[in-house]
């Protein structure tokens, strides 16, 4: 793959409903050029955390300092440590102040 050719997507993507957004970016790439290689990996799984109804979604107990970052822009991406010892890539969804992301 030419990384000078991949199409990144914008962030009216993620501004959308949580579950079309996790639908869409099944079989997309997440590409990523370090100083010493090319990342280049398809996305084959997501899991969708949809707001405060969601017992399982990480600010399903409010807005705190850990979970502020779901409440801002579409698009945002973050690491979350679970387990203390998992690192998870989440990518923010739906308006501002809607607390939703796709791990």
Known sequence: MNIRSAQPLSRHFFDRPTLNVAHDLLGK?????????LID??????EAYIGPE?????????RTKRTEIMFGPAGYTYVYLIYGMYHCLNLVTEP?????AIL
């Open 54 to 62: 969601d017992k399982a979604c990480h600010a399903s107990k409010g």
């Open 41 to 46: 990996t398809t996305i084959v799984d997501v």
């Open 96 to 100: 501002v102040d809607v607390p939703a």
């Open 29 to 37: 790439r997440l590409v990523r050029q370090t100083a010493d290689a």
